[in-house]
């Protein structure tokens, strides 16, 4: 049987524990990042729209799902060009430059989806 140096053992457990560092520092910056955008996220005003659930979808990823309550505003947002409906959700993004940006970091992914009557109407990325 095979007995590794203790070096060798030593920095084994040194590069699993700094990987295992690593990867929950990302998920506590998505958390900390869902956690801000319930507390600060806002919809348009007046645009017959409400912030449904704010969720992490995975290490650096979130989904913020908005409900177009209003029948004009779904009305209107489908006579859209695809194009066209990706810059409205996008509407929803945190805004470049914010308290949210510093808490996730640049390579984080947030997806919002414009929906209604249970049905995902548009689906757009946040630019960074």
């Given at each position: 049987m095979l007995n590794p140096a203790?070096?060798?053992?030593?920095m084994l457990v040194a590069i699993i524990s700094i990987i295992?560092?690593?990867s929950c520092g990302d998920e506590d910056k998505t958390s900390a990042g869902v956690d801000w955008l319930k507390a600060?996220?806002?919809?348009?005003?007046?645009?017959?729209?409400?912030i449904g659930e704010v969720t992490?979808?995975?290490?650096?990823?979130?989904?913020?799902?908005?409900?177009?309550y209003s029948a004009t505003a779904a009305s209107?947002?489908?006579?859209?060009?695809?194009?066209?409906?990706?810059?409205?959700?996008?509407?929803?993004?945190?805004?470049?430059?914010?308290e949210f940006w510093e808490i996730v970091g640049t390579k984080a992914t947030v997806v919002v989806k414009l929906t209604s009557l249970g049905s995902t109407?548009?689906?757009?990325?946040?630019?960074r």
């Open positions: 203790p070096s060798t053992v030593k295992g560092l690593a600060n996220q806002e919809v348009p005003v007046n645009s017959g729209w409400k992490a979808t995975g290490k650096g990823k979130m989904e913020i799902i908005v409900d177009l209107k947002l489908k006579s859209l060009s695809a194009m066209d409906k990706g810059e409205v959700a996008r509407l929803v993004c945190p805004i470049r430059g914010t109407e548009v689906t757009a990325i946040c630019r």
